[in-house]
């Protein structure tokens, strides 16, 4: 199975900052990746899928790019909303389906 | 309006079972393969099972194996999780969600969840 990290687990930062996540696959996963945004006590909400898509109606700050096993994911300019936990998820056509990475948590310093 | 309501959670001893639900509206429900989704917690997200939108095509997760099943009936726009043998590692937040319409490639509609604990 195709395993998922993610670094950072959690950052810490100001307003308006520039915020990079990255996630890297255990094998070449293509630009098959997305990403989610779960904010306390709610649901995962999809932001960019295949790894550099935005997904409609998602603000033009977040950005994603990678492909094979190495992706990022940018927050431009940090805004008190964006606070959440952040997932990136790799999809095949066999099972496991999808498998998340561990998350990195996005807290305002 | 696009919804998912996820229903069924509940407290269940270790061997127990729990069938969960997930009724969905404001789209055409039969065009869409599904997902079900939980997060233990504290925990991340764990994706659980897959369903295509025929029912043809079904896929589990290693940790519910021979455990679970997951089933639909589009005449009632529903989509169900058969749980059995349930173990403490189960407690989790149970999340019905919808794969996008081409690829089955993601996830862009989720319900708000539905918990299930498991414990004597």
């Known amino acids: 199975d195709i395993q998922m990290t993610q670094s950072p687990s959690s950052l810490s930062a100001s307003v308006g900052d520039r915020v990079t996540i990255t996630c890297q696959a255990s094998?070449?996963?293509?630009?098959?990746l997305n990403w989610y945004q779960q904010k306390p006590g709610k649901a995962p909400k999809l932001l960019i899928y295949?790894?550099?898509n935005l997904e409609t109606g998602v603000p033009s700050r977040f950005s994603g790019s990678g492909s094979g096993t190495d992706f990022t994911f940018t927050i431009s300019s940090l805004q008190p909303e964006d606070i959440a936990t952040y997932y990136c998820?790799?999809?095949?056509?066999?099972?496991?389906?999808?498998?998340f990475g561990p998350g990195t948590k996005v807290d305002i310093k | 309006e696009v919804q998912l309501v996820e229903s069924g959670g509940g407290l269940v001893q270790p061997g127990g079972s729990l069938r969960l639900s997930c009724a969905a509206s404001g789209f055409t429900f039969s065009s869409y393969s599904m997902n079900w989704v939980r997060q233990a917690p504290g925990k991340g997200l764990e994706w659980v099972s897959y369903?295509?939108?025929?029912?043809?095509?079904?896929y589990y997760a290693d940790s519910v194996k021979g455990r679970f099943t997951i089933s639909r009936d589009n005449a009632k726009n529903s989509l169900y999780l058969q749980m059995n043998s349930l173990r403490a590692e189960d407690t989790a937040v149970y999340y019905c969600?919808?794969?996008?319409?081409?690829?089955?490639?993601?996830?862009?509609?989720w319900g708000k969840g539905t918990t299930v604990t498991v414990s004597s």
């Open positions: 998820q790799q999809y095949d056509n066999l099972p496991p389906k999808f498998t």
């Open positions: 295949d790894a550099s």
């Open positions: 369903i295509s939108s025929s029912s043809s095509t079904i």
């Open positions: 969600a919808r794969d996008e319409y081409y690829y089955d490639s993601s996830q862009d509609v």
């Open positions: 094998q070449d996963i293509s630009n098959y």
